[in-house]
């Protein structure tokens, strides 16, 4: 399956993603802005270990490769909740550095987004960004999503203490609608 928004093509990982993943998820300026399951260096070995991970329980498709003209750019994930929290999801991501600031993660999210409201009986999605990166939290207004709270210092990454932010959309107030999946 292909979730196609606006030139965007988000589609579940295959292990021939593993070279070009192993590329682009190799930078310090997107681990340092994710929780540490990314690490940094990140070898090909750790795009082989993440894919044999995912892939076997990417049904209903969760692990997406984000691709332009069919060249992966990017990844964002969809966590499903459980307990209490069984009616929200979360998403993250990260794109290639050569592709940030043309609109195409805001795409991303808008797609994967429709996508969790159409294919998953929730009613919130939600993400969370380190404060200090505005570039994630403007993408996540453009695509509708509202700051709902900042987080005082419940982020520990490389040493320092940050604040957080979550961002959510409700199931109501979503609009974007998929041309097909
Ligand atoms: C976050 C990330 C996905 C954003 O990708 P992107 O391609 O730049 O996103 P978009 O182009 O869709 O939107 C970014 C918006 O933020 C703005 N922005 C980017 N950097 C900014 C900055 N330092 N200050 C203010 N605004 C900034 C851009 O101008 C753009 O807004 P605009 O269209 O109104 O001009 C990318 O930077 C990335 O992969 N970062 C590392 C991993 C990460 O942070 N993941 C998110 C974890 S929550």
């Known amino acids: 399956m292909e979730i196609v928004f606006e030139g965007v093509i988000l589609r579940p990982w295959s292990v021939k993603d593993a070279d070009r993943l192993a590329v682009i998820a190799n930078n310090k300026k997107i681990s340092d802005n994710l929780r ?19 892939i076997p329980i990417n049904d209903p498709p969760r692990f997406f490769a984000i691709t332009m003209e069919n060249y992966l750019v990017g990844s964002l994930g969809i966590v499903t909740k459980d307990d209490i929290y069984v009616k929200n999801v979360e998403i993250g991501y990260f794109l290639a550095e050569e592709y940030w600031g043309k609109g195409i993660i805001t795409k ?31 993408a996540l207004e453009k695509a509708g999503f509202a700051c709902e709270a900042v987080i005082k210092n419940n982020i520990f990454k490389n040493g320092v203490v940050k604040d957080s932010c979550i961002y959510s959309v409700l199931k109501e107030n979503f609009f974007y609608k998929l041309p097909r999946i």
Do not use: C, M, Q
């Open 36 to 54: 540490d399951g990314l690490p940094n260096p990140y070898s090909l070995s750790d795009a082989h270990n993440w894919l044999s991970t995912i």
């Open 108 to 138: 991303a999210i808008k797609a994967a987004t429709a996508y969790a409201f159409s294919r998953f009986d929730i009613v919130r999605v939600y993400a969370e960004s380190f404060a200090d990166n505005p570039g994630s939290r403007r």
